[in-house]
């Protein structure tokens, strides 16, 4: 498997200055949010090429396959491109908690409004 991604998919792409594209993950079926991360190319080619959500890490400076070491897994069942080309959203099956903290998602820990 290359690391490539599609040309056609990567001229949409609108990164930050790091080359970095936002990420949302939203629970199939409920729509809820999960969690939001970051995506080089490398990341979500992976990400379309095996449906298993790949993420790049800013303070690790590298791809990781959500779930690789904590089993709370996301499978994707679509990636899809906002308006503006600068955020994905993928549809994906949440196994376990999203949230580093183990919490189910990112977003149950403050509640601002």
């Not at 970051?38 to 090429?49: C, E, K, N, S, V």
């Not at 449906?51 to 590298?62: G, I």
């Amino acid at each position: 498997m290359t690391d490539t991604l599609d040309p056609e998919i990567a001229k949409r792409l609108k990164r930050n200055a790091e080359g970095l594209v936002c990420a949302v993950a939203q629970q199939r079926g409920t729509g809820e949010v999960l969690m939001v991360a970051w995506m080089d190319d490398a990341a979500l080619h992976r990400t379309l090429t095996t449906r298993e959500a790949t993420y790049f890490s800013r303070s690790r400076n590298q791809q990781w396959i959500k779930g690789e070491t904590s089993g709370h897994t996301q499978r994707v069942h679509e990636v899809r491109l906002d308006c503006d080309g600068d955020t994905v959203l993928l549809v994906v099956d949440q196994e376990g908690g999203a949230c580093h903290t183990g919490d189910r998602t990112c977003f149950d820990a403050v509640k601002l409004l």
